[in-house]
């Protein structure tokens, strides 16, 4: 099993809907998490942390729940310049970071 | 925050050839760590890259394959040996500067033919 399993997608959605994608980690001694954003051939680039009683930067709403070990995201009023992977970002202990595969965000005129 | 540069940002090589990726912080970081992004897959930690000692590998990666230095607490090289077509991806250099945010390096698309 991944450690970090997230809905490849794509969603494809118009300009000013929402999106909301989840993901799903394994190892439940997970301290901290992120929404990395990766836009093509590009590195990743954090987006937004993710704290327990969830949080919002702007368009962005990042959800966690440790009980059924699952963080979500959600973007509203999407732009085009939204279209990217995003990728859940979990991090176990020494720093080290597990990645999900990536949720693909295609955001049309 | 810190800033990294990774170079080189693309090389095509020949296969049995070796290729060594620098990654350099603009300050001192804790940890730095080196991954690999296949075409169509999320990043793999192939190691940790410890500072004045040898690295710490994951499962399936061993230093004969890809020696890591890590001479200061800035500066980190990753060489991928005897390249086979296999081994063509993205590989991307990370650090942490205090905090949990991870910065990344540019990455490294390396082909090999």
């Known amino acids: 099993r991944k450690e970090v399993e997230q809905d490849p997608g794509p969603f494809n959605v118009p300009e000013g809907a929402t999106v909301a994608f989840n993901c799903t980690y394994s190892?439940?001694?997970?301290?901290?998490f992120f929404w990395y954003r990766q836009d093509c051939r590009k590195e990743p680039k954090l987006l937004m942390s993710?704290?327990?009683s969830g949080n919002e930067d702007g368009r962005f709403t990042a959800q966690l729940n440790r009980a059924s070990q699952y963080i979500s995201l959600l973007i509203r009023d999407s732009k085009l310049s939204d279209s990217a992977t995003y990728l859940c970002?979990?991090?176990?202990?020494?720093?080290?970071?597990?990645f999900g595969a990536g949720t693909t965000v295609t955001v049309r005129a | 925050s810190a800033v990294i540069s990774q170079k080189p940002s693309r090389d095509i090589c020949q296969r049995g050839t070796s290729l060594t990726i620098q990654c350099q912080v603009d300050?001192?970081?804790?940890?730095m760590f080196w991954y690999r992004q296949q075409p169509g897959q999320s990043l793999t930690l192939i190691a940790t890259?410890?500072?004045?000692?040898?690295?710490?590998?994951e499962s399936g990666f061993v230093i004969d394959k890809f020696p890591i230095s890590r001479p200061n607490l800035t500066f980190s090289t990753l060489t991928v040996s005897n390249m086979s077509p296999e081994d063509s991806s993205i590989y991307l250099c990370?650090?942490?500067?205090?905090?949990?945010?991870?910065?990344f390096g540019q990455g490294t698309r390396l082909t090999v033919v």
């Open positions: 990370s650090a942490f500067s205090g905090g949990s945010q991870a910065f």
């Open positions: 190892n439940s001694a997970s301290q901290s």
């Open positions: 993710v704290y327990s």
């Open positions: 970002v979990v991090n176990g202990i020494d720093y080290k970071l597990s």
């Open positions: 300050s001192q970081v804790t940890m």
């Open positions: 890259a410890n500072q004045g000692s040898e690295a710490t590998y």
